[in-house]
T-cell receptor, first 114, second 109 residues
């Protein structure tokens, strides 16, 4: 069966510090991968998605970046965090070539920037 | 612009029935999803509608009217574990998901 895991689950970082969130998927190959941010009282915001190794599409211009160094690994990074980067970050995957794109989410990473 | 509207919060009684509405205005339509999200956890898939009508899955049912831009999620025989946020999302013409802010459902004994 397929599983998705992301870490760390919780982190508190000072403004201006770097960030690295990692996500891995097991049990499937060549998945579509996504990074979302969820702010309180707002819908999920798509940050990045990837259809393959090294292929990243950015939906929102900001100080975050994403990379996909391996087929089932997706990394969200920042060189210098802002206060506004605080939120709940979710990694997700979906299968290609399905009738509909059901998303499977990781456990989430709660980031607090102070 | 694209917009998904759903109530912010609803309260219901254990054992009862509750209907959570979702209205949408999007650039094209390729299906509507409902997800359940318990506090502090990731969303999990509940249902998918692409054609008009009612889809039933156990205690949960989801309805879609494309002409009205409207969907609802119906939860029957409510249990305390149903206390969660329910997210409505629409896939637009570019196959991108547009998400509502979610409806927090509170179940009282």
């Amino acid at each position: 069966s397929q599983t998705i895991h992301q870490w760390p689950a919780t982190l508190v970082q000072p403004v201006g510090s770097p960030l690295s969130l990692e996500c891995t998927v097991e049990g499937t190959s060549n998945p579509n991968l996504y990074w979302y941010r969820q702010a309180a009282g707002r819908g999920l915001q798509l940050l990045f998605y990837s259809v393959g190794i090294g292929q990243i599409s950015s939906e929102v211009p900001q100080n975050l970046s994403a990379s996909r160094p391996q087929d089932r690994q997706f990394i969200l990074s920042s060189k210098k965090l802002l206060l506004s980067d605080s939120g709940f970050y979710l990694c997700a995957w979906s299968e290609k070539n399905r009738d509909f794109g059901e998303l499977f989410f990781g456990e989430g990473s709660r980031l607090t920037v102070l | 612009g694209q917009n998904i509207d759903q109530p912010t919060e609803m309260t219901a009684t254990e054992g009862a029935i509750v209907q959570i509405n979702c209205t949408y205005q999007t650039s094209g339509f390729n299906g509507l999803f409902w997800y359940q999200q318990h506090a502090g956890e990731a969303p999990t898939f509940l249902s998918y509608n692409v054609l008009d009508g009612l889809e039933e899955k156990g205690r949960f049912s989801s309805f879609l009217s494309r002409s009205k831009g409207y969907s609802y999620l119906l939860l029957k025989e409510l249990q305390m574990k149903d206390s969660a946020s329910y997210l409505c999302a629409v896939m637009d013409s570019n196959y991108q998901l547009i998400w509502g802010a979610g409806t927090k459902l509170i179940i009282k004994p």
